[in-house]
C-alpha cells in the first residue's frame, strides 16, 4: 500500500503545473488515450473494491483511505473519470468516491483526533470548481449524477462568496442547442438551490437569494407572464400522446412526468403566491383531479387539491365532497395490481410505504389525507358521504370473500375519517367523535385477528393489524389481552407483511402508558411468552425475512419489558441470536437490523446477568466467539457494538476479573483503533470499565503512560475532548492516587494549552466538572498544589477565567451535585481560605471571585431545569446508515453512578459548609454575604432554613 501511495503522491506532487494541465483537459473535449501509471493503480484499486472477496476488497479500501489524505487526491480521480478505457464500474465507483471524498474534506473536520487534520488544499479547489462542470455535462448519466451531488457539496460550501463564476457558467451553458446538457445544467441548479427551499429566513439569505433569482418574493418577469405559463400548463394537463406513454401501465411515461412537474408547480403557487394564482383556481381544481393515471401522478395531484382544501379557499370543495369521494379517494384507495406485488414480492418496500412513510407519496396515502383535511372543514358533510361508502363497501365483502379488496378499502376510509392526531410512539392520540372507533373495531376489525390465519386475504389480517396498533391508544386493555394470544400467532403467518405487522403490533403495545404507567404487566403476558418467543425465531426462516427488522425489533423490545422475567428463557435466546449475528457478519447490509439484534444481547444480559456469575458465563461462552470473529475480520460496521457489549458485561463482573478480560486490556490501546471515529465512545466507555473494574492492573508498568497518551489524544480533538475528560474524571476517581500524581502536571500543562489555543464550551464546562470531583475525591489542598505547581496563584486565575462563567452551562443531575460540592469546598475548605479569611488584606482582594463563585453557584441551584418532553422508550436509537458512525446501545447502558453518594443534599451541603466555616471564623462571612444580590441572599437563607444551620 506504501508503494502504491508512493506512485500516485508522484503525479500528485507536480502541483500547480499538474493542476493547470489537469483543468484544461477537464475544460477540453478530449480524454487521454495512455494511461500513467498511478491512474492505472487507482483503476486496478477501484476493480478491487468491488470484489466480494475480502483479502482483495480490504486492501484496496484501505489503500483509497490513505491515498485520499495526500494532495492532489480529488485532481487525480477526475483526471481518471477524463481517462478513455477504465469500465464504466471502476468509473463509476471513481465518481462516488469523488463525491464521498469532497464529503468529507472539502472542509476541515473536526474529528481528526487530534492528528493533522486534512483538508483538499485551497491550490486544488479552483481548479476542480473551475472544471467540474465542464466534467459533469460531459459524462454517462450514472456519473454525472455523482458529480452533480459533488458541485451541490461544494457549493454549499463555496457559493456564492467563494465560487462567483459558477452562476455564470452554468447560465452561459443554457445557451445551446444540446438538450443532454441543458438538462443537466437544469438539474444541478436544482441541486444547488434547492437548500434555500427549507433555510431560515436571515440576511444572508436575502442577499443569497438577491443574487441567484435577483428577486426575493415572485420574480417580475414571472407575474408579468404568468397567464402564459398557466395557460401552457392547462394545454399540458390535458395532453394526450399514444406514441409517449409507457407500455408498462405502472410506470411513468414522460407526459406523466411533465404533468406531474405542473401539479407541484402549481402547488407551490397556491402556497406561496395565492394571490396571483387566485384567478386560475377554479380550472386548475376542476382539471387536477381526473390526472391519476400514475402514482405519483395520482398523488402530485390529490396533493395540490388536498392544499386548496386547507387554505382559505376550502369552500370550493362545498358542493363536490359525494364526487370526491367516488370519482378521487375511493379509486385511489382501491388495491392495485402493482400493490399485490409489491405485497408478496417486496414487503420492506410495501411496508415503507404504508406504515412508515418514505420520501415518495402513494395515492393511497394522499388520498386519506385528502378526507383528513376535508374532514377539518366539513366533519358532518364528509363523515356522512363516506359513511356510506364504507356501508356499501362492507357489505359486497360480506356477500363473497372473493371481495376482499371492498373491505381492504372500508379499512383505510375509516381510519382516514377517524384519526385526527397521531404520533409514531402513540399512534392515534386523537380521534373523531362522529365515528364509534369502537363498535367498528368488535365487528369488522377484531374477528379478522381472532380468525385462523389462512381464514381470509393476507392483506386483510396485515390491514386488521395495522388499525389495532394504530388505535391501541383506544382499545380496552382487556380487549387487547384476548387478542394477544392471535396477534402472537399471526406472527406465524406464512406472509412477511403480516408477521411484521404482527410483530410490530406487539412491540407498539408494549410501550402504552395509561396516566405515566405502563399498560401491561409481564406476569401478565408471562403465560404467553414461550409461544411468542418461538414464533419470533422461527419467522426468520419464513419467505425473505431472514433479516426481518420488524421481528428483530420485537424480539429486543419483549427481552427488555419482560425484566427478570426473561431469564429462564435467556440462553436459548441468546443462542439464537448468536446465530443471526454470526449470519449478518458475513455481509452487514441491514443497519437498522444489525443494531436490533446487538439491543437484544444488551438487553438479555442486563436482564439476567445482573448478580449471577453462572448466567454470565454462558453469555461469554456464546458471545466471545463471534465477537473475536468480528474483531479479527475488521468488521467496522460491528466494532462499536462488541465494545459496548464488552464495557457492560465487564462492568457486571465481580472482582478479580477473569484472565481472557485482562487479556483484551493491551489490545484496546492499539492506536489504529482509536483513529475510527465510530469506535472513540465505546472505546472510551470500555476503557473506564477497566480502570473500575481493576485500577491497580490498569496503573502498572506502562499502562497508566498508554492511557494517558489515549486522553492526550482525545483531548486535543474538538469533536471527542468530552470523551478524554470521561477518561480523566475515571483515573481521577479510580486510579491509586500515588500512581497518578507524576503526571499531574503534565496534565494540567495538556489542559491548560488546550484551553487557551481553543476553547469552548463544552471543552470548558469538560474542564469544570473535572475540577469539582478532583477537589470532590482529594481534597481542595491537593488541587492546589498540583495546580499551582505550574504557576502560583494559576488555580484562582482558572476559576475567575473559566470556572464562574461555565457554571451557568452545567445541567444534568450528578454534574450539577458535583460542581456544588466541589466548589462548596473551594469556597469553605483548604489552606487558601484559612490565610484569605484570616488576613484581612488577602480577604479583601479575594473578596470578589468568592462572592461570583458562590452566585454562580446559588445560580446553578435555582436555575429552572429545561423543559422535558415526555418520556418513552423510543430513545432506542437505530444504526445510522451503511456508516462505521458509533450508534448508541440503549439496553447497554448503565445508570450514572453518583461518584459522592455520601452527600444527599447539595444544597443543605453548601449551607453546612459555609455555617462550618462561619463558626470557625466569627463574623468574616456575613459581610461577604452581604455582598451577594437579594435574590441570591434570600435563596441562601432558604438553603440554610432547610439545613437547620446558620451563618454568623
Known sequence: IQNQIAQIATLQARSSENYSQTLKLLTSATYMTVMDPAIQQLVGCFTQTTSPNIAERKPAEQYLQQAARQPGYAITLLTLLQTEGPEDQVKHAAAINFKNHVKAFWTLPEDDLGGTPFQIPDGEKDPIKQGIVALMLNSQPLIQAQISEALALISNSDFPEKWQTLLPELVSRLDCNDYSAICGVLRTANSIFKRYRFAYRDDKLYTELNYVFNEMELPEIFEDTIDEWMSEFMNYLSYENPLLVSADPEKEGIVD??????????????????????????????SVGTNTSTDRLAASAIRFLTTVSKSVHFKLFENLLTPIVENIVIPNLQIREGDEELFEDNYVEYIRRDIEGSDNDTRRRMACELIKALNVKFPEAITAAVSGHVVRLLGESAASPANWKAKDCAIYLVVALTVQKSSAAKGATEVSTLVNIGDFFVSHVQPEIAAPPNSSSPFLKADSLKFLTTFRLHIPKATFLQLFPHVAGLIAHESSVVHSYAAHCIERMLLVKDAGVARFTPAELAPHLPLLLQNLFNAFELGDSNENEYLMKCIMRLTAFMGPAIKPYAAECQRKIVELLVEVCKNPRNPTFNHYVFESVAALIKNSCTGDAAVTEVFEGLLFPPFQGILQADVTEFAPYVFQILSQMLELRPTPLPVVYMALFPLLLNKDLWERTGNVPALVRLLQAYLQKAPEAVSDGNNLTAVLGVFQKLIASKAHDH?????????????????????????????????????????????????ALFVSKHGMDAVLESVNSLQQGLFMMLVDAVVISALGTISGTVDTKLCSVGFAKNLTLGAHITMQVLCHQTLLVAQPSWSKLLTALIGMFERPEAEQGEEEEEEVAEAPGFTTSFAQLHHSSGADKDPIPEVQDSKAFLAQSLSQLSTANPGQIPPLMATLEQQCQQALLAYCQAAGVTIS
Open 723 to 771: 470523551q478524554g475528560f470521561y477518561i480523566l474524571n475515571t483515573l481521577v476517581e479510580f486510579c491509586p492516587p500515588a500512581a497518578l500524581k507524576p503526571f499531574l502536571p503534565q496534565i494540567w500543562s495538556l489542559l491548560f494549552t488546550r484551553l487557551q489555543s481553543s476553547r469552548t464550551t463544552k471543552f470548558a464546562r469538560s474542564l469544570t466538572v473535572f475540577i
Open 257 to 286: 412526468s411533465i404533468k406531474v412537474a405542473i401539479c407541484e408547480n402549481i402547488n407551490i403557487y397556491i402556497e406561496k403566491n395565492e394571490e396571483e394564482f387566485e384567478k386560475f383556481l377554479q380550472k386548475f381544481v376542476e
